[in-house]
C-alpha cells in the first residue's frame, strides 16, 4: 500500500461530460502529480502541485483542470470528455519537490461512451 | 513527444531465463528510475541511479546507468513468475521532480 488513495476506481461516463477525479496524497507529502496511462501513449505526466501551488505542466489539455487544497488533497478536472479520454489517471506524491521518490495511488479508471 | 524508448516492448520467457531491458535516450537524464506495475495497481519505484556509470543491485535485479546519462538496463537473473509485470524507466532533467516515463516493458514469467 503506498498510502496515496485515488477515488473513484472506476468511471464511465459519456462523450461531453465533466467528471472530476480525487487524490488524497501519503501523510506528510506536500507534492502531487497527476499522470495518464493509456495504451498507445504510455505514462502521460500532465500536471504536479507543490503545497498548493502549480509547480510543472505537462501534456495537459485546456479542457482539464486540476487543483490542490489546504488539506493537500488534489482533485484533476476533465470537462467536454472525449472518447480519446478514456484510460488511466493515477495520482502519485513525494515528500519534496525535488529528487524524491514519487508514490503512486492505484489509479483511476476512466472510460468515455 | 516520447524521449524515453525501452526495448522490448514484450518480453515472454520461462522461469529461470536470464533477461535484459533497455531504456534509451537522445537526452542527458539528472537521474533515472525504474519502476514495476502490475495489473490493477500503480507503479512502485525499484531502484534510482544518479551517476554515470552506477550499478545497483537488488536481489536478482541488477540496474546500470550509462556512462554519459542518456540510457540505462535492467538486468534480470533466473527470473520468477512473480517477476511478470510493466516495467518502466523514468528519467528526471534538470531540477525539479518531474519525471519522463519510457514506452514500457510487459514481461511475462511462466513456469
Known amino acids: 500500500d503506498s498510502g496515496v488513495t485515488q477515488t473513484p476506481k472506476h468511471l464511465i461516463t459519456a462523450t461531453g461530460q465533466r467528471v472530476t477525479l480525487r487524490c488524497s496524497p501519503r501523510?506528510?507529502?506536500?507534492?502531487v502529480y497527476w499522470y495518464q496511462q493509456s495504451l498507445d501513449q504510455g505514462l502521460q505526466f500532465l500536471i504536479q502541485?507543490?503545497?498548493?501551488?502549480?509547480?510543472a505542466k505537462g501534456n495537459i489539455l485546456e479542457r482539464f483542470s486540476a487543483q490542490q487544497f489546504p488539506d493537500l488533497h488534489s482533485e484533476l478536472n476533465l470537462s467536454s470528455l472525449e472518447l480519446g479520454d478514456s484510460a488511466l489517471y493515477f495520482c502519485?506524491?513525494?515528500?519534496?519537490?525535488?529528487?524524491?521518490?514519487?508514490?503512486f495511488g492505484n489509479g483511476t479508471r476512466l472510460t468515455v461512451t | 513527444t516520447q524521449l524515453l524508448e525501452q526495448s522490448p516492448q514484450f518480453l515472454s520467457i520461462q522461469e529461470g531465463e536470464n533477461l535484459t531491458v533497455y531504456c534509451n535516450s537522445s537526452?542527458?537524464?539528472?537521474?533515472l528510475q525504474w519502476y514495476r506495475q502490475e495489473p490493477g495497481e500503480g507503479p512502485v519505484l525499484l531502484v534510482t541511479?544518479?551517476?554515470?556509470?552506477e550499478v545497483k543491485k537488488l536481489k536478482r535485479l541488477t540496474f546500470q546507468f550509462g556512462d554519459a546519462r542518456k540510457d540505462s538496463s535492467l538486468h534480470i537473473t533466473a527470473a520468477q513468475p512473480g517477476d511478470t509485470g510493466l516495467y518502466l524507466c523514468?528519467?528526471?532533467?534538470?531540477?525539479?521532480?518531474?519525471?519522463?516515463f519510457g514506452t514500457g516493458t510487459q514481461l511475462k514469467v511462466e513456469l
Open positions: 541511479v544518479v551517476t554515470g556509470g
Open positions: 502519485a506524491s513525494s515528500v519534496v519537490d525535488n529528487n524524491s521518490p514519487l508514490h
Open positions: 501523510s506528510g507529502d506536500l507534492s
Open positions: 502541485y507543490y503545497n498548493g501551488e502549480e509547480r
Open positions: 523514468a528519467g528526471r532533467t534538470g531540477g525539479g521532480n518531474k519525471l519522463t
Open positions: 537526452s542527458v537524464f539528472s537521474s
